[in-house]
């Protein structure tokens, strides 16, 4: 593997975003993922190959020791912004086509929620995975999913829920987009969402944690 | 605050952020306790986010004391000027020996969130997270206070308070926090509840207590309960994942 590819990918599996940066404490005043992506692009790497080889390869490893408790959210959250670091340089070739993202992932908690954490590091998770998100917010009612869908077909949704009784808003919500969109994916998710819940309200797929929302959507969909 | 509470009386708190005893240390040490020691590498940042919170800001809430207490033991109701709150059995039975109410809203204003949306947007989720973690704990520490000064004020007449249990809590349905709102009467601290019963600011609790001579405190409200199987088991509200 390239050298700057390596280096790349351990930028954004420790969270070390750039030469200013001071986390982790051990890789201090070295490049980050911002000047190393420049570089790798620089010296005539392929973007998806930076993409592909680099960073999301790393922010899956970084999702993986998240599921098995070996991080927490602080250390996601650098990786996260490595990774968008390191996406900076490489969004100019998702405009020219010579870069391409997996598909459209719609994201939000449903109408009557506004528990908004774990849906963001879902959605950070997602994007890090290589797809573009769509981030609708706390509080997003039936008809916002239902008109975004519009707006971007073949996207896969996902829903967050943290109250008990928003669930049932769940309920609605998957409802309403299985009837107008059959083939659109719904993921759910949320403290108090199982996968029980999931086969009552014929959602899709449920997983408890970002990574598994992530293998779901590389595994080719199938539930 | 008024030498012994009344029915009907208002009170209206106003705290600092020393008084809540809301400092970097009481957040790292949340992060920490939550993500195994993951705070302490972020002292000095956290310590920089707070500096955006301004010394003089203020944590406001606002409550309101009930004497005229109707139990309706059937329906597991409380009935209050009118007003019927359906508290689900736990919470009926916390509730029962109480002689007086109160119910109060409280908030950390909206400075948290917008500073948390403000970095999200540029980028910088960790001091997002951190900001928005400090906006729970500000609220939460609002919370505690307002029950530790109505605890005070009832210790004065010879009564205790059970905890402050807010609607969503203890199979209380959260859509009665618009019967809280109506008992609070238009004093609100300026926190807002919309059509679907969410409160804006968003860093905002509403709660009713319990006060009486036979009222008990719980360390753990969990065990009153015998759903086994609830997700939230165990889970206080301050501590998250
Ligand atoms: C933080 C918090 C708050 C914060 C909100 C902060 C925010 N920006 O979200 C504050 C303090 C403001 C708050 C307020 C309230 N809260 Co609150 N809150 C919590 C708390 C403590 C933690 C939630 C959290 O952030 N967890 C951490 C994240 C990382 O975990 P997570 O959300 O579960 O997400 C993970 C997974 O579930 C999954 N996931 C999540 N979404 C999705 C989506 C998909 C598609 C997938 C695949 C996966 C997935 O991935 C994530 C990462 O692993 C919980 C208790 C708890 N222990 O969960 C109560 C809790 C959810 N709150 C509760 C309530 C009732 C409220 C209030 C309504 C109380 C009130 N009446 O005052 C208010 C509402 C405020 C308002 N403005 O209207 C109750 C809900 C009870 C119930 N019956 O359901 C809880 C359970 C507390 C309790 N024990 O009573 N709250």
């Given at each position: 593997m390239n050298d700057l590819i390596k280096k790349i990918f351990k930028c954004v599996e420790m969270g070390?975003?750039?030469?200013?940066?001071?986390?982790p404490p051990d890789m201090k005043d070295q490049d980050g993922a911002d000047e190393l992506t420049r570089q790798a692009l620089d010296n005539g790497i392929h973007p998806s190959d930076i993409l592909d080889s680099a960073m999301i390869p790393a922010m899956e490893v970084v999702g993986n020791k998240f599921s098995r408790n070996e991080i927490f959210v602080p250390q996601m959250l650098m990786s996260a912004k490595a990774m968008s670091a390191a996406m900076e340089h490489i969004k100019p070739f998702f405009k020219s086509g010579e870069a391409k993202r997996k598909g459209v992932f719609i994201i939000g908690t449903v109408?009557?929620?506004?528990?908004?954490i774990g849906k963001n590091l879902v959605a950070m998770m997602i994007e890090g995975a290589g797809w573009e998100v769509i981030d609708l917010g706390v509080d997003v009612k039936t008809e916002q999913f239902i008109s975004t869908i519009n707006e971007y077909p073949g996207s896969l949704i996902g829903l967050s829920a943290l109250i008990t009784t928003t669930m049932e808003n769940m309920k609605k919500t998957v409802n309403e987009v299985k009837s107008k969109y059959p083939e659109t994916r719904v993921l759910i998710g949320g403290a108090p969402v199982t996968d029980d819940f999931r086969k009552k309200i014929g959602a899709s797929f449920y997983s408890p944690d970002p990574q598994g929302a992530v293998n779901y959507l590389n595994s080719g969909l199938q539930v | 605050m008024y030498s012994s509470m009344r029915d009907n009386d208002e009170y209206l708190y106003r705290f600092r952020a020393y008084e809540l005893e809301i400092s970097p240390e009481e957040i790292i040490e949340f992060i920490d306790k939550n993500h195994r020691g993951a705070g302490k590498e972020y002292k000095s940042l956290t310590r920089d986010l707070l500096?955006?919170?301004?010394?003089?800001?203020e944590y406001k809430g606002e409550l309101k004391v009930f004497y005229k207490l109707c139990f309706e033991d059937s329906t597991s109701s409380l009935r209050i000027n009118n007003i019927d709150f359906k508290l689900a059995e736990i919470l009926y039975n916390e509730m029962r020996k109480s002689e007086m109410t109160a119910f109060f809203v409280c908030t950390a204003g909206n400075i948290f969130s917008d500073l948390s949306k403000r970095f999200t947007a540029e980028g910088d989720y960790l001091k997002a997270y951190i900001i928005d973690i400090a906006g729970n704990i500000a609220v939460t520490a609002t919370a505690t206070m307002i029950h530790r000064k109505i605890t005070e004020e009832a210790g004065r007449i010879g009564m205790r308070t059970t905890n402050y249990y807010c609607?969503?809590?203890?199979?209380?349905?959260?859509?009665e926090q618009q019967k809280v709102f109506e008992m609070l009467s238009g004093h609100y601290s300026g926190v807002m509840l919309s059509e679907?019963?969410?409160?804006?600011?968003?860093k905002s609790i509403s709660a009713i207590v319990g006060i009486g001579k036979h009222v008990s405190f719980r360390e753990n409200t969990c065990e009153l309960c015998h759903n086994i199987k609830c997700p939230y088991r165990n889970k206080s509200h301050q501590e998250g994942k």
């Amino acid at each position: 593997m390239n050298d700057l590819i390596k280096k790349i990918f351990k930028c954004v599996e420790m969270g070390k975003i750039n030469l200013t940066s001071p986390y982790p404490p051990d890789m201090k005043d070295q490049d980050g993922a911002d000047e190393l992506t420049r570089q790798a692009l620089d010296n005539g790497i392929h973007p998806s190959d930076i993409l592909d080889s680099a960073m999301i390869p790393a922010m899956e490893v970084v999702g993986n020791k998240f599921s098995r408790n070996e991080i927490f959210v602080p250390q996601m959250l650098m990786s996260a912004k490595a990774m968008s670091a390191a996406m900076e340089h490489i969004k100019p070739f998702f405009k020219s086509g010579e870069a391409k993202r997996k598909g459209v992932f719609i994201i939000g908690t449903v109408e009557g929620d506004l528990h908004d954490i774990g849906k963001n590091l879902v959605a950070m998770m997602i994007e890090g995975a290589g797809w573009e998100v769509i981030d609708l917010g706390v509080d997003v009612k039936t008809e916002q999913f239902i008109s975004t869908i519009n707006e971007y077909p073949g996207s896969l949704i996902g829903l967050s829920a943290l109250i008990t009784t928003t669930m049932e808003n769940m309920k609605k919500t998957v409802n309403e987009v299985k009837s107008k969109y059959p083939e659109t994916r719904v993921l759910i998710g949320g403290a108090p969402v199982t996968d029980d819940f999931r086969k009552k309200i014929g959602a899709s797929f449920y997983s408890p944690d970002p990574q598994g929302a992530v293998n779901y959507l590389n595994s080719g969909l199938q539930v | 605050m008024y030498s012994s509470m009344r029915d009907n009386d208002e009170y209206l708190y106003r705290f600092r952020a020393y008084e809540l005893e809301i400092s970097p240390e009481e957040i790292i040490e949340f992060i920490d306790k939550n993500h195994r020691g993951a705070g302490k590498e972020y002292k000095s940042l956290t310590r920089d986010l707070l500096a955006y919170i301004p010394d003089d800001h203020e944590y406001k809430g606002e409550l309101k004391v009930f004497y005229k207490l109707c139990f309706e033991d059937s329906t597991s109701s409380l009935r209050i000027n009118n007003i019927d709150f359906k508290l689900a059995e736990i919470l009926y039975n916390e509730m029962r020996k109480s002689e007086m109410t109160a119910f109060f809203v409280c908030t950390a204003g909206n400075i948290f969130s917008d500073l948390s949306k403000r970095f999200t947007a540029e980028g910088d989720y960790l001091k997002a997270y951190i900001i928005d973690i400090a906006g729970n704990i500000a609220v939460t520490a609002t919370a505690t206070m307002i029950h530790r000064k109505i605890t005070e004020e009832a210790g004065r007449i010879g009564m205790r308070t059970t905890n402050y249990y807010c609607p969503g809590n203890c199979g209380w349905n959260i859509n009665e926090q618009q019967k809280v709102f109506e008992m609070l009467s238009g004093h609100y601290s300026g926190v807002m509840l919309s059509e679907v019963n969410l409160m804006y600011p968003v860093k905002s609790i509403s709660a009713i207590v319990g006060i009486g001579k036979h009222v008990s405190f719980r360390e753990n409200t969990c065990e009153l309960c015998h759903n086994i199987k609830c997700p939230y088991r165990n889970k206080s509200h301050q501590e998250g994942k």
